[in-house]
Nanobody, 123 residues
C-alpha cells in the first residue's frame, strides 16, 4: 500500500511563507503523479499543484500561480510545496495526493491521499 504523510503546516502571517512536505511510503511504482489539493471550511476541494514526475512542468491552480512551487524526488517518493506571499484565502487543509493516471484537477480521480495538514494565515 502507498501511504502519504504531510508535514510543515502551521501558522504564518499574510505575505509570509511556509513549506509543506509529503513523504510516501510503500512501492513507488504505484504512482507517477503527485500533487496537492486543499479544502477551506465550507468549500470543496481545490487543486493547488499537480506534477507528473520527469514529464514536463507542474501545473498550478489559478489562485496560487506565481506564489506556490511544487518540487519532489520521485526516487524517494517525496514532494514539497513552497508557499510564498501567503494570503488569507490560503487558509485551508492541504492534502498530498498521488496516483498513476488521475484526471489531474478532479479530486475523486486520485487514489492516494494523505491525512492533511492545516495552514492558517493571519494578519
Amino acid at each position: 500500500q502507498v501511504r502519504l504523510v504531510e508535514s510543515g503546516g502551521g501558522s504564518a502571517q499574510v505575505g509570509g511563507s511556509l513549506r509543506l512536505s509529503c513523504a510516501a511510503s510503500g512501492p513507488t511504482d504505484g504512482y507517477v503523479y503527485m500533487g496537492w489539493f486543499r479544502q477551506a471550511p465550507g468549500k470543496g476541494r481545490e487543486g493547488v499543484a499537480v506534477w507528473r514526475f520527469n514529464d514536463g512542468p507542474a501545473a498550478y491552480g489559478d489562485s496560487v500561480k506565481g506564489r506556490f512551487t511544487i518540487s519532489g524526488d520521485p526516487t524517494k517518493g517525496t514532494v514539497s510545496l513552497e508557499m510564498n506571499v501567503l494570503k488569507p484565502e490560503d487558509n485551508a487543509m492541504y492534502y498530498c495526493v498521488a496516483d498513476n493516471k488521475p484526471y489531474l484537477w478532479e479530486p475523486e480521480s486520485w487514489k492516494y491521499w494523505g491525512q492533511g495538514t492545516q495552514v492558517t494565515v493571519s494578519s
